[in-house]
Nanobody
Framework: QLQLVESGGGLVQPGGSLRLSCAAS????????IGWFRQAPGKEREGVSC????????NYADSVKGRFTISRDNAKNTVYLQMNNLKPEDTAVYYC???????????????WGQGTQVTVSS
């Protein structure tokens, strides 16, 4: 069974950092383009970042550019989202998702994780 599992969420103060992980089980993550998405209460889910299969290409939403960094370690079957200088408006459930084609913010994801909560508050 194909599964994506996110971890690393939590409560952090404004200006703080968190690193999210997206691990795959049941399949090899290397063959998939991976994206991070988020959904804040009362809002639609939005794309945050996308990384190609090799990790050589990435893109970001304007709201996180310069603060978030997506990366992957194919040997560990894991994709990361390093989030720095967090703001209260970054509060959301963060999801990773897999798709087959690299595009702006990983449009048309196929497989989803269950999400991890990130709360930025003092």
């Amino acid at each position: 069974q194909l599964q994506l599992v996110e971890s690393g969420g939590g409560l952090v103060q404004p200006g703080g950092s968190l690193r999210l992980s997206c691990a795959a089980s049941g399949f090899t993550l290397n063959y998939y383009v991976i994206g991070w998405f988020r959904q804040a209460p009362g809002k639609e889910r939005e794309g945050v970042s996308c990384i190609s299969t090799s990790g050589g290409s990435t893109n970001y939403a304007d709201s996180v550019k310069g603060r978030f960094t997506i990366s992957r370690d194919n040997a560990k079957n894991t994709v990361y989202l390093q989030m720095n200088n967090l703001k209260p408006e970054d509060t959301a459930v963060y999801y990773c998702a897999a798709t087959l084609r690299y595009s702006r913010l990983c449009a048309s994801p196929i497989y989803w994780g269950q999400g991890t909560q990130v709360t930025v508050s003092s």
